[in-house]
């Protein structure tokens, strides 16, 4: 018989290590582009965030924008930003 791994990550803004289905994946994809890996299978540099509204909000303050460079290598144009805020809200 198998056992399943539980697979875990931290959270870029909590530091806590967390189950990845507790957390949402934003990555960096080659093409330059910055998404919410909804599936978690995109390639590219990603950054896994808490499922908890406060700390998404906390993500996308002023203050932290500098995590977005250092995990992703770069930063999110506005409208990137805000397609990933929309879809976090959605499914949260």
């Known amino acids: ?5 539980n ?5 870029i803004i909590t ?8 957390l949402f994946r934003i990555a960096a994809t080659k093409d330059g582009k910055i998404l919410l890996d909804e599936d978690g299978k995109t390639l590219g540099r990603g950054m896994y965030v ?5 700390i998404i909000k906390n993500l ?9 460079n250092w995990a992703l ?14 879809k976090i809200l ?3």
């Open 1 to 5: 018989m198998s056992k399943k791994r």
């Open 7 to 11: 697979i875990e990550r931290m959270c």
């Open 15 to 22: 530091r806590k290590i967390l189950p990845k289905d507790q």
């Open 50 to 54: 808490q499922k908890n509204l406060e």
């Open 60 to 68: 996308f303050s002023e203050k932290k924008r500098g995590l977005w």
């Open 73 to 86: 290598k770069r930063e999110p144009s506005a409208e990137e930003r805000e397609e990933i805020l929309r």
């Open 90 to 92: 959605r499914s949260a």
